[in-house]
Each structure stands twice: as structure tokens, then as C-alpha cells.
T-cell receptor, first 112, second 113 residues
Framework: DAKTTQPPSMDCAEGRAANLPCNHS???????VYWYRQIHSQGPQYIIH???NNETNEMASLIITEDRKSSTLILPHATLRDTAVYYC?????????????FGTGTRLTVIP | DVKVTQSSRYLVKRTGEKVFLECVQD?????MFWYRQDPGLGLRLIYF???????EKGDIPEGYSVSREKKERFSLILESASTNQTSMYLC????????????FGPGTRLTVL
């Protein structure tokens, strides 16, 4: 599976958009990009995933570059409750149990 | 509301004790996973199961075993707990479709003295 590189930490002002980058330069054509987050003292929570098109759901938007070597997770209006560690993961989506490799992620702090 | 529950949030055990961590999911998922999480190391997969009575080793299975007798329940067993097994243990489940959305439990923080 392709490895990912994320900045260790970021700050964002409350109400502003939080843009979290992820590099995955060795991604293969059949690998998806997934984002999870982990709020302190809780288990990780799925946010969004995509293959090559940009995706949006009620939580966030995922922008994947045309060459698929990097992506950005966008939280459009960050709140204090979005303070968490955000993990970018790339993995082939296939039937059966799929291991997810969680790196150390980006610690996002939303500042009042 | 979908749920993955774990038997304890906090657990303190002594070196050499046998420890059972229980995980139950109510989503009828085929796949279940046990991870441990340590500072600076992210989450590491210990074992997973894709069906009842089936199990596969993950990245760090040494010192652990698992049991899946029923679809909804996946147990992690530390046969003889050691201090280096002090960690946060996270259980997760997913369906068979393979889109990797895993649902996680709240975690069990295990301390081995």
C-alpha cells in the first residue's frame, strides 16, 4: 500500500476553512484515498473517501489532484469540535477484511 | 445508530495475568479488527477476522490471540500480560463490500503493572 505524508500539526481559526494536505506520490491506480479523524479519547471516525474525482459529504470535501499524488481534506467551517488528529490513508478497496494503515496523522487545533 | 462497544474503557492488570478484551458490534458486519495505539506509532493491526471462527494475523500478533465464536463478538486475549502491552486497544468492524469504512469502538486503555 502507498504510504502517506502529512504535516504533524496545524491550527485553524474557528469558522474558517481547514485545509489538510496529504502526499501519496506512490499511489497506484486502484488505490483509494480515505480520511479518518480521532477526537481525543475516542476511536477513529470515518470522514470521506475517493478514487480520482472530488468528493463531498456532510462532513467534508476531498480534493484529489489530477495526477493523484496528493489530496486535501477541507472542513468548510471549522468548529472547536473539529479539533482532532486527522489520518490520510490509501488502500485498495477489495472484498474481505482490509487492513488500514494509520500513520501518525495531522493534529488539527481549532482556535476560538 | 450503529455501534461498536468494548467491554471496558479502563483496565489495570498485573504482569502474567490472562486478560480478555471483548468487542461487540450490532451492524451484522463480517469483518472485525483489533488494533493497538501507542504515542508516535499510530494504530497497528494485531489481528482481524473476516468470518466466524476465522482469524488472520495483523502486523503485531505476538503475545496475543483472538476468538470469534459469534459474528457480533470478537475477543482479544493476552495469554500472559506484560508491561509492554500497556496501550490503548481499539476494536473495529466493517462490512464485506470492501470500501474500508471501519467503525471503531471507544477503546480500552489497558495498564499492565
Amino acid at each position: 500500500d502507498a504510504k502517506t505524508t502529512q504535516p504533524p500539526s496545524m491550527d485553524c481559526a474557528e469558522g474558517r476553512a481547514a485545509n489538510l494536505p496529504c502526499n501519496h506520490s506512490t499511489i497506484s491506480g486502484n488505490e483509494y484515498v480515505y480520511w479518518y479523524r480521532q477526537i481525543h479519547s475516542q476511536g477513529p471516525q470515518y470522514i470521506i473517501h475517493g478514487l480520482k474525482n472530488n468528493e463531498t459529504n456532510e462532513m467534508a470535501s476531498l480534493i484529489i489532484t489530477e495526477d493523484r499524488k496528493s489530496s486535501t481534506l477541507i472542513l468548510p467551517h471549522a468548529t472547536l469540535r473539529d479539533t482532532a488528529v486527522y489520518y490520510c490513508i490509501v488502500r485498495v478497496a477489495q472484498t474481505g477484511a482490509n487492513n488500514l494503515f494509520f500513520g501518525t496523522g495531522t493534529r488539527l487545533t481549532v482556535i476560538p | 445508530d450503529v455501534k461498536v462497544t468494548q467491554s471496558s474503557r479502563y483496565l489495570v492488570k498485573r504482569t502474567g495475568e490472562k486478560v480478555f478484551l471483548e468487542c461487540v458490534q450490532d451492524m451484522d458486519h463480517e469483518n472485525m479488527f483489533w488494533y493497538r495505539q501507542d504515542p508516535g506509532l499510530g494504530l497497528r493491526l494485531i489481528y482481524f477476522s473476516y468470518d466466524v471462527k476465522m482469524k488472520e494475523k495483523g502486523d503485531i500478533p505476538e503475545g496475543y490471540s483472538v476468538s470469534r465464536e459469534k459474528k457480533e463478538r470478537f475477543s482479544l486475549i493476552l495469554e500472559s500480560a506484560s508491561t509492554n502491552q500497556t496501550s490503548m486497544y481499539l476494536c473495529a468492524s466493517s462490512d464485506r463490500d470492501g470500501y474500508n469504512e471501519q467503525f471503531f469502538g471507544p477503546g480500552t486503555r489497558l495498564t499492565v503493572l
